[in-house]
């Protein structure tokens, strides 16, 4: 997870910061990431896990055809969404027939996944501003802030075993990221929307840091 965070931190500061471009390289890279994660877990034991890769490959697939065609149309953000509601139900299949704490892991990764698309998508077609970026870098960010420290990087449940807040807040994200990339919403509403999801996600990860390091002590 070290090296995701050692690899993409500097993608998205080139993106941000460089040449937009650079995001052209984000499926392929995120396909080769995600295939090494499922191997290094042996994921595929058990049946959330595929539903976790289905959904990552839905939004991958938009991902690459938006790319290739040079614009984000209704039934690729329609992809998406349908990709985002397979959260809920590889929730449910893991709750229904067992997971693994490997697949805890590709669950939250094939989350951030999702957020590094969302980002992609959303500054490399100017729909929302930069700052979109920051939402999967905040990721990266806090697995190598946690690794320096000593601490543990995929705790899904820092806060006493309840990781509800965080899921709360993760969801809000997500809707308020899809409502953005929508073709027919609001251009006027975009940027508003891309930094309150900032605002939510960036305490969020602080409170996790405060958690982590006051149980370490």
Excluded at 74 to 90: E, G, P, T, Y
Excluded at 102 to 130: C, H, N, R, W
Excluded at 185 to 207: E, K, N, Q, T
Aim: glycine share 8%.
């Amino acid at each position: 997870m070290r090296l995701q965070a050692l690899l993409w931190l500097p993608i998205l500061g080139l993106a941000a910061f460089v040449d937009l471009r650079v995001l052209l390289v984000v499926p392929a890279v995120l396909t080769v990431g995600e295939a090494t994660l499922w191997h290094v877990l042996g994921a595929g034991r058990y049946a959330a896990d595929y539903v976790t890769g289905g959904r990552t490959i839905v939004a991958l697939l938009a991902t690459s055809f938006a790319f290739a065609s040079g614009r984000l149309e209704l039934a690729l953000w329609s992809l998406l969404v349908f990709a985002a509601i397979a959260d809920l139900v590889d929730g449910f299949v893991a709750r229904r027939f067992g997971s693994s704490s490997g697949g805890a892991v590709l669950d939250m990764e094939a989350d951030q996944a999702s957020f590094v698309l969302y980002a992609s998508l959303a500054t490399y077609f100017g729909i929302a501003p930069k700052v979109m970026l920051v939402l999967p870098a905040l990721r990266y960010g806090y697995v190598l802030l946690m690794s320096l420290r000593g601490l543990p990087i995929h705790d899904p449940k820092p806060l006493d075993g309840d990781n509800r807040r965080a899921r709360l807040v993760c969801a809000i994200v997500v809707v308020l990221q899809l409502s953005i990339l929508a073709p027919f919403m609001d251009p006027g509403v975009r940027s508003p929307m891309a930094w309150i999801a900032l605002a939510l996600l960036l305490p969020s990860y602080l409170s996790d840091v405060v958690a982590l390091s006051r149980r370490a002590r």
